[in-house]
């Protein structure tokens, strides 16, 4: 890490405050560059320009607060992945700390500063910015292959649009040929195959009036050869076509008279007027495709709604006066994320077929429905003022209401647009239907979420009774431990909380492994040991649970730097996961398994004491043992 070069940037208004820290960073990391700013419009330009590799930032700045300032660096695509880390002299303030992380930071410190806190959080935002210009590259080279599929995609529509347009002439042609035949002869006879055997579905139709077709040219023309030369007799084709009909061997190709006017392709005819030559071929099997490809391109393949590149023809298309009043709807699914981590895809692909459902039952024909992302839906409402979309949005969203997937409520927020005029643009009515509808998600989805979360601690619980337990156990011991360590009431209430939540990423991994018996293979090891990032990556979804996810990601690392996943060492790991990390073991060590039974809790003692200072913190242990176990 302090191997390259790396950059930094203060934003504080105090001068004396960017020395110090200035000087702090510089003893840390001696290599470093070190830019400073006293105030937000000058930050935010050093940092479009040098691309930090951490940024740290006052709250209290005149003109714009340091709120303000993260929420624009995380707003514009070429700074949010630097992460932010509020300096702050405003000590032991939740709120303060709660806008911070709401506003985009990865971190918030208190001033004064001290020294080894401060380097163990540059550290692990160092690391953090390293993972983004990692995920970066990943998504760059993923949308290079997105642009590729995208090309081939288009190239293939515009063949299938230039096939479809050819058998529109096609089919002009084929209509007057129909007219002529429907006034001469049906089917007069089978074609055969080279040897000798009926050709299934084809037919050769003759005009009335085509009294011969014995020329050997006329026959290459065709590509087949005749059972039989056809005699000149009118009279006897009729009469041939009556015996064909009146065998066995004729029923099963019915069908196909009865269909010929439908589907059929031009093999070859003569130009000369009444004479013509057909044959007839059953292709419902390629109007199926064709259809089917025709429908691909303009539907999303999941919720069966329009897609992005229909809507976007369709919203030029709407866009007249004639249409006016025009409304446009904007709705999100809250909590999808939420969904996907926890319960899978599988679950979160019912929720959004559902959800289109829902929409497009409160839809009319005229109507569009789309779906522009992955959790994100548009309509457009042709001839629909602002009362009439008010009017479906409050039914679209008590539909919703009552539905569910399994145990899991889901929610729609909604927002809507109406265009008046033709000289609105279309691009702003849309942006104020998406501001509508992100001021009613700000809640919307906070309320779902943490609902989810309950469900998804009860879904573990249901899974394994020993995990519910042992999660109300690590609960009680975090609240004791930190009592004793002089936290304040709202710091104990956290430790509590995240020591009931800690596994919560174990609902990720197969119920068999968690109940397992006996010991668990290397590939069970791994598996469970993915559970701290499910667990961060669930509940840092929730900005009421944002700051425990930093807890439940680190609770597994070791004081030595030899734990998982991002191996910290020491200080870098946060007080509430050391204590979180004795609870756990302690009373991991002390419970039966089916496989062995559980130490004693002098064993479990003397275990702790000899991992003091490499498995654990030394202080958290030794408080643990001489002022925690005394009342257990």
């Avoid at 996907?340 to 005229?366: M, P, T, Y």
Wanted: charged share 30%.
């Amino acid at each position: 890490m302090e191997n390259r070069s790396l950059k930094f940037l203060a934003i504080d208004d105090n001068q004396d405050n960017l020395i110090t820290l200035r000087a702090l960073i510089r003893e840390a990391f001696p290599e470093a560059q070190v830019y400073t700013a006293t105030n937000g419009i000058k930050g935010i330009a050093i940092a479009r320009e040098e691309d930090p590799d951490v940024i740290l930032l006052d709250i209290v700045m005149p003109g714009m607060d340091g709120f303000e300032v993260c929420q624009k660096l995380k707003a514009e695509e070429s700074t949010k992945e630097i992460p932010v880390v509020f300096v702050t002299a405003i000590k032991g303030d939740r709120e303060h700390r709660i806008l911070a992380l709401e506003s985009g930071a990865e971190a918030f410190l208190a001033k004064p500063i001290d020294e080894s806190e401060l380097t163990a959080q540059i550290r692990a935002m160092v690391k953090i910015k390293a993972a983004n210009r990692q995920k970066q590259d990943e998504q760059g080279r993923l949308a290079l292959m997105v642009a590729e599929k995208t090309a081939e995609l288009e190239k293939a529509h515009s063949q299938t649009i230039q096939l479809l347009e050819s058998l529109k002439v096609s089919e002009e042609k084929n209509r007057r040929l129909i007219t002529q035949m429907e006034q001469g002869l049906a089917v007069h006879e089978l074609l055969i195959d080279g040897a000798g055997k009926a050709l299934d579905c084809n037919f050769l139709y003759v005009n009335a009036s085509f009294e011969r077709l014995t020329n050997l040219k006329s026959r290459e023309v065709l590509g087949k050869t005749l059972t039989e030369i056809m005699p000149d007799s009118k009279d006897f084709l009729v009469e041939k076509y009556a015996q064909l009909i009146a065998t066995r061997e004729s029923v099963r190709y019915e069908k196909y008279f009865k269909q010929f006017e439908k589907y059929f392709e031009v093999v070859a005819y003569s130009p000369e007027p009444q004479q013509v030559a057909v044959i007839i071929s059953d292709i419902t099997e390629r109007k199926q495709t064709e259809e089917r490809i025709r429908y691909l391109s303009n539907h999303d393949y999941l919720t069966g709604v329009f897609n992005r590149r229909y809507y976007e023809e369709a919203l030029a298309s709407i866009d007249t006066e004639d249409n006016l009043p025009l409304s446009l709807v904007i709705s999100d699914v809250n909590g999808l994320k939420l969904v996907n981590e926890s319960f899978g895809h599988a679950v979160g692909d019912e929720l959004l077929k559902k959800v289109a459902g829902v929409i497009r039952e409160a839809c009319c024909e005229q109507d569009v429905v789309a779906r522009l992302s992955g959790d994100e839906f548009v309509i457009l409402l042709p001839k629909t003022d602002e009362m009439q979309a008010a009017k479906m949005v409050r039914q679209m969203r008590g539909a919703a209401q009552q539905q569910s997937v399994g145990a899991i409520d889901f929610s729609i927020s909604f927002g809507y647009e109406t265009k008046t005029r033709s000289d609105q643009n279309i691009q702003e009515v849309l942006k104020n239907a998406e501001d509508n509808m992100y001021r009613h998600k700000l809640y919307e989805s906070a309320s779902i979420k943490n609902k989810t979360i309950d469900l998804i601690m009860n879904t573990l619980y249901e899974k394994s009774s020993r995990e519910m337990l042992h999660s109300k156990r690590v609960s009680d011991i975090c609240e004791k431990i930190a009592a004793k360590m002089n936290f304040d009431q709202d710091d104990i209430s956290q430790v509590k909380a995240a020591g009931l939540i800690h596994d919560i990423g174990k609902m990720g991994i197969d119920e068999k492994i968690l109940n397992k018996p006996g010991g668990l293979d290397p590939d069970e090891w791994k598996k469970i040991q993915r559970h701290p990032e499910i667990g961060y990556r669930i509940l840092s979804s929730s900005s009421e649970f944002s700051e425990l996810a930093r807890y439940v990601l680190e609770h597994q690392e070791r004081w030595d730097g030899k734990g998982y996943p991002k191996q910290l060492i020491g200080n870098e790991i946060s007080i509430q996961a050391r204590i979180i990390g004795v609870a756990d073991a302690y009373d991991a060590m002390t419970c039966d398994r089916a496989y062995r039974k559980g130490l004693s809790v002098a064993e479990a003692v003397d275990e702790i004491r000899k991992c003091a200072g490499t498995q654990f913190d030394p202080h958290v242990a030794r408080v643990f043992i001489e002022k925690v176990l005394t009342e257990i």
